[in-house]
């Protein structure tokens, strides 16, 4: 006996197929997208976007970031002394001050002014009691 559906029911089990095809195709991606973007889009482990701090007396090459910042306007510090490498992998010229103050100000840091894709850059952190992340003017 041959086995007949309904416009609806066959319908139902194409669109029913193509969302399982779409399903088992993402989980594909998603298993290997995060590794590949990852990769690429990190500097000397600094992520694509982000402003990070290395551990006193490490280099980017040896070590991971302490600190990683996301957001524009101030991140206050706290017990960083001492000489520690910082790295400014923002993009769109977005650009980083060292500032004496807590809240971003008083960022007259001497070449405390760090430019987007800066990296290596050292700074003895003792006076440093914040950061401030600009958006490009």
Known sequence: MKRTFSRSARAWRS??????ALAIAATGAMALG????AQASTWEGCPDGAVCIYPQNQDNSTSNPEAV????????LSNEYGLHQIANNQTGGASLDLCYGYNGTNCTVPNGHIAA?????????????????NPWP
Do not use: M
Not at 69 to 76: E, K, L, P, R, T
Not at 117 to 133: E, H, K
């Open 117 to 133: 894709q800066a990296i290596g850059v050292n700074y003895d952190f003792t006076p440093i009691n914040s950061v401030r992340l």
């Open 34 to 37: 995060p590794v590949t973007l």
């Open 69 to 76: 910042f996301w957001s524009y306007g101030y991140h206050n």
């Open 15 to 20: 669109t029913a197929g193509k969302v399982a």
